[in-house]
């Protein structure tokens, strides 16, 4: 028998599944990276001394797994690390007191984009219509309570991603870029494609 409780429910997920696919109308759609301009960037550390590094001699010898904002990566930190394969996180500005909070859930080397080469080719904005999004709520609740609250302050509503890079020619191995804020990448294809990337190393 079917109870109100499941109608409402139904209904309910139709609803949000409609204003998904209307709010999907009004954003940008990701452009994909060029391997050439990421390795050229220049990434500013963080912390006591401020030193300046091309992104490309981060990962040209081992890889590497570069997060754009996306703390929930560091879950995978110690796996990454038997692949002897880095996690790095990129963000977009210094905010001091937002970055020592992000610190607390990353145990990787943090570095500052300055021109958002990661964030692009097309820097990506959430519009204010995703905010009818359920998801978005949800995931904005999570970071509050997490402590990710000065992700919303700034140039907050950058939308990131996370890439998978490897060594040597063998260029991007994996892109996912956030469609909303705290769209998470899978977690799996990460792993998966760090360990194929180092075995094609070994081979």
Known sequence: MVTVTTVLKAV??????????????FQTKPVWADLKVLEDTE????????????????????????????????????????LEVPLIAVVKENLGKELDCFKKY?????????????????????????FLRIGVWRNI????????????????????????????DQGILLEHREKEFGDKVNMLAVLRTARKMREDMKG
Not at 110 to 128: A, I
């Open 43 to 82: 990434l500013k550390t963080t912390g006591g001394v401020h030193e300046r590094h091309k992104a490309k001699t981060l990962w040209e010898k081992t890889g590497a797994v570069v997060m754009i904002e996306a703390a929930e990566l560091s879950s995978l930190n110690s796996q990454l690390q038997d």
């Open 12 to 25: 309910s997920l139709f609803v949000a599944e409609v204003i998904s696919s209307i709010t999907d109308w």
């Open 141 to 168: 609740w999570r970071a509050y309570r997490r402590g990710f609250w000065g992700n919303l302050r700034g140039e907050g509503l950058v939308l990131g991603g996370v890439f998978v890079i490897g060594p040597g």
């Open 106 to 130: 990353f145990l990787g080397k943090v570095y500052v984009d300055q021109k958002k080469n990661f964030y692009g080719p097309q820097v990506r904005w959430m519009c204010l219509s995703m």
